[in-house]
């Protein structure tokens, strides 16, 4: 079946769970291009930065609910229906699976989420109950590993249960649920969280991005030195925002360490 929900909806819901991130010591605010102005006192950016944090990038995917035996996962033996199928857009349409793996082999914090849902109805109960993340897949490009081809590939998966990679099976070696993934970004946060937003680490992530960036192939070279040039001229969390939703279809946050009142 069909995802009958958007990704904006989806991510909408788990923006305001990492915003508040119950059980952890920190959050997850949401950064946008539009923040910073250029020659504004005080501007959005210079406020996020007052404080230590780390970059997050999360790309958001729907999630196909197969409810028939006659699925080859089911078939094989791996699940009982029903079971949910993320699809990661195959390299002959795009390279941002490829792209991904490149920023976080870089040494950034970067995950695809994808519910365990996929109506209306079931969004809008995990969203009242606090569950969206807890039911939502969380993988790291690298526990996928490069495509093989330029075929089709998905995860298969259950919460809680087995995650397969497909269309060749292979089993993920990763628990790819919540509490794994934020004991790892609260890790993440207490070794890279003192500097990783200093200006100068924030340059350099912009500059790696920039150079990643050169891989889309469905943007023209005049396009990306039109973008490069502009984004010369921002601050360079800015930049790093704009190629993030732009050119690598994420969202970024920045994780921090709650306001104490």
Not at 48 to 73: D, T, W, Y
Not at 74 to 82: H, R, S, V
Not at 123 to 134: E, G, I, K, P
């Amino acid at each position: 079946m069909n995802p009958d929900i958007s990704e904006f909806s989806y991510g909408f819901a788990l923006t305001d769970e990492l915003i508040h991130w119950l059980g952890t010591s920190i959050t997850a605010a949401p950064v946008f291009p539009s923040l910073y102005r250029e020659g504004q006192a005080g501007g959005g950016q210079a406020v996020m930065l007052q404080r230590p944090g780390i970059p997050l990038f999360l790309q958001f995917k729907l999630s196909h609910c197969m409810v028939r035996n006659s699925a080859s996962e089911a078939k094989d033996g791996y699940f009982a229906p029903p079971f949910y199928r993320m699809h990661i857009r195959p390299t002959r349409h795009s390279d941002q699976h490829e792209m991904l793996l490149e920023l976080e082999a870089d040494g950034n914090e970067v995950y695809y989420s994808a519910p365990a849902f996929h109506t209306p109805d079931h969004l809008n109960d995990a969203y009242l109950t606090h569950q969206v993340r807890s039911r939502s897949l969380w993988l790291r490009p690298s526990v996928i590993g490069p495509l093989p081809d330029n075929c089709d590939h998905h995860i298969a998966f259950q919460l809680p249960g087995t995650h397969i990679f497909c269309s060749q099976p292979r089993k993920i070696e990763a628990k790819g649920d919540f509490k794994e993934f934020s004991e790892h970004i609260v890790t993440a946060y207490q070794k890279k969280g003192r500097n990783a937003l200093a200006t100068e680490n924030l340059t350099k992530l912009s500059e790696t991005m920039k150079r990643i960036s050169s891989k889309r192939r469905d943007i023209s070279d005049t396009a990306k030195k039109r973008t490069d040039e502009s984004l010369s001229k921002r601050h360079p969390l800015a930049s790093v925002s704009f190629y993030a939703h732009v050119f690598f279809d994420c969202q970024l946050y920045l994780v921090r360490e709650k306001m104490r009142r």
